[in-house]
């Protein structure tokens, strides 16, 4: 199956309301970053063992690690969970970026170093949520 398959059964899958936002999530990214690279993440490790939530991802981020070891990955990459939806960012050091830059003005979501966690779009201010999406891949575009 293609990766646009796996990535149209991935959010066929979703129950409504959250398909509805999944899918406007992921039209605003490739609106944003057009012909970025596309991920798709079923969540299962190379056993076939669940340790994650799908997730559809955006753009390349190439992480160096300290023994030399480089890993691409997705920039940004989105996923709905039992809770809402969660929008990830990656690649960004400073672990309080987030929080500290958007927190107060984002609506309801919790922020972590890496993760904007809400449970619908209508909760959100989705420019806001776009704002960040941009800042942060601007910030790491390989």
Known sequence: MTL????????????E?????MRRLHGAILEMNPGCKLWFLDGKDE??????NPNIGYGTLIKKYAGGKIKEFYQAGISANSTGL????MG????KYLQER??????????TGYC???KALKDIDLAI???AIKDCMEQTRA
Not at 17 to 21: G, L, M, R, V
Not at 92 to 95: G, M, N
Not at 104 to 110: C, L, M, Q, V
């Open 116 to 118: 904007i966690k809400f």
């Open 92 to 95: 960004i050091d400073d672990k």
């Open 4 to 15: 646009e398959g796996q990535i149209n059964r991935y959010l066929e899958s979703i129950p």
């Open 129 to 131: 949520l776009k704002a």
């Open 47 to 52: 056993t076939g063992k669940v340790v994650s």
């Open 17 to 21: 309301p959250k398909q509805t936002d």
């Open 86 to 89: 969660s929008v990830y960012i």
């Open 102 to 111: 958007y927190a107060r003005t984002i609506g309801k979501a919790s922020i």
